[in-house]
């Protein structure tokens, strides 16, 4: 599958900061997912990006897809206890290739 | 969990045995995914499976086993010859283009 990387792997703010993720496509994605995992959970959908530069916003959360499609990013502003997660990113192709994830710590 | 079950939620078995997984959805989907996740880790591709008596290897498929005869159950089997087998493992199915996925079991093989 289509490999994607995430940066970064890990990454500790104090409640109330912002916080962004990345992934990265060395080749064109056809579109893009986001999905979160609490701890000791299992992902769950967010949201799906498919066209060139397309931004959408769930509350805090806005997702990002670049102009090239070749990468993507997610920010969440003002964070909370309850964003603490890991937040991975996938090709939405038949063969889904995930990314590895970043996992976010939020110290209260 | 959106209508995908997983059996048992930890399950611990002895080096050497086989060990299967179940999955089970009522979603009416299609396809169907296995993943593998080790602690800290993201989520590899084992199999999947688009139809029913079809499926093809993902990353990972070494050591693992497949089958799809009906719509709504995609079994994992755990081989012997799997050299690591302990981790979390996660089914999922799709549908229109999200995935749904069941709350995962985690294998422990000592």
């Known amino acids: 599958g289509q490999q994607v990387m995430q940066i970064p792997q890990y990454q500790h703010v104090q409640e109330g900061e912002d916080f962004t993720t990345y992934c990265n496509s060395s080749?064109?994605?056809?579109?893009i997912q986001w999905y979160k995992q609490r701890p000791g959970g299992h992902p769950v959908f967010l949201i799906q990006?498919?066209?060139?530069?397309e931004v959408k916003k769930q509350k805090r959360l806005t997702f990002q897809f670049g102009e090239a499609k070749k990468n993507s990013s997610l920010h969440i502003t003002a964070t909370q206890t309850t964003d603490v997660g890991t937040y991975f990113c996938t090709n939405a192709g038949n063969m889904l290739t995930f990314g590895g994830g970043t996992r976010l710590m939020v110290k209260p | 969990d959106g209508g995908i079950t997983q059996s048992p939620k930890y399950l611990f078995r002895k080096e050497g045995q086989n060990v299967t997984l179940s999955c089970e959805q009522n979603?009416?989907?299609?396809?169907m995914y296995w993943y593998r996740q080790d602690p800290g880790q993201g989520l590899r591709l084992i199999y999947y499976s688009q139809i029913v008596n079809d499926f093809q290897k993902g990353d990972i498929a070494e050591g693992y086993s497949v089958s799809r005869e009906k719509k709504e159950s995609f079994p994992l089997t755990v081989t012997s010859a799997q050299k690591n087998p302990t981790a979390f493992y996660l089914c999922?199915?799709?549908?229109?283009?999200?995935?749904?996925f069941g709350p995962g079991t985690r294998l422990t093989v000592t």
């Open positions: 999922a199915s799709r549908g229109s283009y999200e995935q749904y």
């Open positions: 990006l498919v066209k060139s530069g």
């Open positions: 080749t064109t994605l056809s579109n």
């Open positions: 979603l009416n989907h299609d396809a």
